[in-house]
């Protein structure tokens, strides 16, 4: 069983900053690309952040130079270090894993629960 579990979410005002944890726990054999998805109320889910296993990162538009995606390989922990929060950028945040386990020979999509942000004028 692979769970991931978010943390660090919580409310701030415009222009404040917050980081996001998020760990992968479990029967684990390998992890490959990690990110971060958000999804306001009434809104399709959207990418944040990816990184690869190489550490390659890739951002929304809307988040770039403002956010930054990184993990850590031992901890298979993914974080996001969010700067210059805007009111649109309130919305639950989504840790995504592509973890392979040692019973199955393919990557495997997890994700979390979410962790709310919440950013005020």
């Known amino acids: 069983q692979v769970q991931l579990v978010e943390s660090g979410g919580g409310s701030v005002q415009a222009g404040g900053s917050l980081r996001l944890s998020c760990v992968a726990s479990g029967n684990i054999f390998s992890v490959n690309d990690m990110g971060w998805y958000r999804q306001a109320p009434g809104k399709q889910r959207e990418l944040v952040a990816r990184?690869?296993?190489?550490?390659?990162?890739s951002y929304a538009d809307s988040v770039k130079g403002r956010f930054t995606v990184s993990r850590d390989h031992a901890e298979n922990t993914v974080y996001l270090q969010m700067n210059s929060l805007r009111p649109e950028d309130t919305a639950a945040y989504l840790c995504?894993?592509?973890?392979?386990?040692?019973?199955?020979?393919?990557?495997?999509?997890?994700w979390g629960k979410g962790t709310l942000v919440t950013v005020s004028s």
């Open positions: 995504n894993a592509e973890i392979r386990t040692p019973s199955i020979y393919v990557y495997m999509n997890y």
């Open positions: 990184i690869t296993r190489g550490g390659s990162t």
